[in-house]
């Protein structure tokens, strides 16, 4: 069983468009993340819920809105998408304080 | 702010050769620090962690990492390196905010090991 799991792995669309990416967990995790990985590999953190409540919201353009219906799934709109958006984006999760993340196998988004 | 700093973007070594990543961090706060690994089209994973008490850690695959808090420095060390090491390492420094962890992660560095 995959612990966190994310859908699409792959998905490629034009810019202007609005998309969603999925992630999903069956760890019983009360947090869940989002990270971006750019073309040069480097991880920032864009968004946390502690269940379902946002906790960290780095400095994201508002075109990003994570939602998280439950504690198992924490999902990533993107509005109007820019060719800057092209990127991996990682779904993670953990439980309590510096614990270790769980991430899933990410989401390549090429925006043509 | 917490920084973290690898100073190597590649390190090229051959098999059952030594391998040093070198990591430095900054925090104004109290220091928990972990390496991930990254294999290719895969998500992150925890190589080990230190969080308090002994400055030596260890993973189950043989690398080491130790915290240096007067060199500011978490370098992750393995005494032999196989084939299957290859992937990226990331070194990340952890903040937790209301049950939430905040990892602020290098740059990563390439390791290719060859025969």
């Known amino acids: 069983d995959t612990a966190v799991s994310q859908t699409p792995k792959y998905l490629v669309t034009q810019m202007g468009n609005d998309k969603s990416i999925k992630c999903e967990q069956n760890l019983g995790h009360d947090t869940m993340y989002w990270y971006k990985q750019d073309s040069k590999k480097f991880l920032k953190i864009m968004f946390s819920?502690?269940?379902?409540?946002?906790?960290i919201n780095e400095t994201v353009p508002n075109r990003f809105s994570p939602k998280s219906p439950d504690k198992a799934h924490l999902n990533l709109h993107i509005n109007s998408l820019e060719l800057g958006d092209s990127a991996v984006y990682f779904c993670?999760?953990?439980?309590?304080?510096?614990?270790?993340?769980?991430f899933g196998n990410g989401t390549r988004l090429t925006v043509t | 702010a917490q920084s973290v700093t690898q100073l190597d973007s590649q390190v090229p070594v051959f098999e059952e050769a030594p391998v040093e990543l070198r990591c430095n961090y900054s925090?104004?706060?109290?220091?928990?620090l972990f390496w991930y690994v990254q294999y290719p089209n895969q998500g992150l994973q925890l190589l080990l962690k230190y969080l308090s008490g002994s400055t030596l850690v260890e993973s189950i695959n043989g690398f080491e990492a130790e915290f240096n808090k007067s060199q500011t420095s978490f370098h992750l060390r393995k005494p032999s390196v196989h084939i299957s090491d290859t992937a990226e390492y990331f070194c990340a420094v952890s903040g937790a905010i209301q049950g939430a962890q905040k990892l602020v992660f290098g740059q990563g560095t390439r390791l290719t090991i060859n025969p």
């Open positions: 925090s104004s706060v109290s220091v928990y």
């Open positions: 819920y502690n269940n379902k409540e946002l906790i």
């Open positions: 993670a999760s953990s439980q309590g304080d510096y614990s270790p993340l769980h």
